[in-house]
């Protein structure tokens, strides 16, 4: 028997699922899967989905306002430049954690041409797409 779904989720009254998702939402270079929000499942602090950046993508420099985000990457390789203009680096692969403290300017770049990079990503507030600015890029196209 299923249970109800509450938008777009499964209700089983204090378990909420978002089953196999094949909605994508596309973001500042990036391919979100739909996720648990706010919007889907009422949450009130956290939100998570997986991300895809393309081959030779990048996800242009941002920060987030008073959340915290936290990373595992599932497949391939990622060079986040970050802090005051961009100056410092530091490279991830498939099995690395990340955290990414509020207000910290970063820039996201696939490190491949051919493979994606594959993420979940959970973030400290449940709208997901608000409160993220954006940083000055050399990147940024025009």
Known sequence: MSSPEVGGAEDGDGILCV??????????????????SAKNVGSKRLS?????????????????????????????????????GLTKSMDNEAGDFIFIEPGVPHE??????????????ARSDASEWENIIDYPSERRPG
């Open 108 to 121: 996201v770049l696939n490190l491949s041409d051919t493979e994606p990079v594959i993420a979940v990503v």
């Open 48 to 84: 998570m989905n997986v991300a895809t950046v393309p081959p030779g993508g990048v996800a242009y420099a941002h920060t987030h306002v008073d959340f915290e985000v936290m990373l595992f990457i599932l497949e391939g390789r990622v060079r986040h430049e970050y802090g005051e």
């Open 19 to 36: 089953r196999a998702p094949e909605t994508w939402r596309g973001w500042n270079g990036i391919r979100y899967k739909t996720g648990l």
